[in-house]
């Protein structure tokens, strides 16, 4: 068969999961050591930016369950674990290889937690894997050959969205009214956060190189997780919105900034060996 009839087909197949619901998170830890390791893991994907195992490779002020929802349990399409580590190894076009469950789990510290990149092996890196994949339990292995990207986030980044932004239906005025409106209670007039409530933009939040920097990706994950408890935007809400959150001072990424010292790299399982994403300046240049 041609390439393109069999890629044709394993994109109709991933289609077809589409309407499923997610599944519940499995409701007990495994036994014994293993199941320790689970814990440590659920831990550190709640207390990322605190917990003394993963402090050092975080550089802002996030954790990952500021967007993968309840650890990752959430039942919301976008940003669940569950069903996660089924997809992996799996190809990434970000880093032009297949990789590994660890490796996506480590590449998000240099990106959303604009931190450094664990050392692969390293005692975070193994309980973070444990616990993503014991939200797996009894799931089908289904490697995804297109993106490092569980089954139940497909479609992924939403189609609708992707058709408004790529279309250039983009409102940014409109974007930083309806934030005022329904985001600032939260997430501050300023977007750096209000008490527990996470920063959006500024030095504390995600870097350009993190997929929420995306306006298509972030307004795909906004559309079904926020506001918190209440995923109620529409379509050019949640793309307005998001492109006006990104249109916000952040960290730049350069991606050799985010690698550990050689010595504790391990090998850094990629094909790009280096990415520059300027800082988004406010307000937009023209
Ligand atoms: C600022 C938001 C944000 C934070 C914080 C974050 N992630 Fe993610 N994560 C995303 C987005 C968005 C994607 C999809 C990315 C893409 O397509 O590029 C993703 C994808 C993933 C995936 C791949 C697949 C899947 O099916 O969900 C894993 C695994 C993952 N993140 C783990 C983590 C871990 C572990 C942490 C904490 C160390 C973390 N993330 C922190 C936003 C975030
Ligand atoms: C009721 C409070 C509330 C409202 C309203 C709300 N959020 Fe959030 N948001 C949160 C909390 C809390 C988290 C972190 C999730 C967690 O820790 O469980 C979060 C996480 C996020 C994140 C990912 C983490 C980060 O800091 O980048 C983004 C992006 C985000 N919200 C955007 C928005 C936008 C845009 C709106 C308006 C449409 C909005 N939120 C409305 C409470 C809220």
Redesign the pocket.
């Known amino acids: 068969m041609r390439k393109s009839v069999v890629v044709s087909i394993l994109l109709l197949v991933f289609g077809l999961t589409l309407g499923q619901k997610v599944p519940d998170p499995p409701s007990a830890y495994p036994p014994g050591e293993l199941g320790e390791l689970v814990k440590l893991g659920e831990e550190?994907?709640m207390k990322?930016d605190t917990h003394p195992l993963?402090r050092a490779y975080?550089g802002n002020k996030?954790?990952?369950t500021?967007?993968?929802l309840d650890g990752?349990k959430t039942k919301n399409k976008?940003?669940?674990?569950i069903?996660?580590a089924a997809?992996f190894p799996a190809y990434s076009p970000?880093e032009k290889a297949v990789i590994t469950?660890e490796d996506?789990?480590l590449n998000?510290?240099m990106r959303?937690?604009n931190g450094t990149r664990p050392p692969v092996g390293s005692k975070p890196s193994v309980a973070?894997a444990a616990y993503?994949t014991w939200l797996s339990s009894g799931l089908p292995i289904e490697q995804n050959p297109t993106?490092?990207?569980?089954r139940y986030?497909a479609p992924?980044?939403d189609p609708a969205i992707a058709k408004l932004v790529k279309s250039g239906q983009v409102d940014l005025k409109r974007g930083g009214e309806l934030y005022a409106q329904k985001c600032a209670a939260c997430h501050g007039k300023d977007g750096q956060g209000v008490g527990t409530f996470p920063p959006l933009w500024g030095p504390n939040?995600?870097n350009s190189g993190?997929?929420?920097a995306?306006v298509i990706?972030?307004a795909s994950?906004l559309k079904y997780n926020m506001p918190l408890g209440n995923a109620n935007l529409s379509d050019q809400e949640a793309v307005d919105i998001m492109a006006f959150v990104n249109s916000q001072p952040r960290p730049a990424f350069k991606l050799t900034e985010h690698l550990p010292d050689p010595a504790k790299l391990g090998e850094y399982n990629s094909n790009v060996p280096e990415q520059i994403i300027p800082a988004p300046t406010w307000p937009p240049k023209k």
């Not at 976008?78 to 674990?81: E, I």
């Not at 993106?147 to 569980?150: D, E, N, T, V």
């Open positions: 550190l994907v990322t993963t975080v996030l954790q990952c500021s967007c993968h990752g976008f940003a669940t674990f069903g996660t997809a970000r469950l996506r789990i998000c510290f959303s937690m973070i993503i993106k490092p990207i569980g986030n992924w980044p939040s995600y993190a997929g929420m995306n990706k972030g994950w």
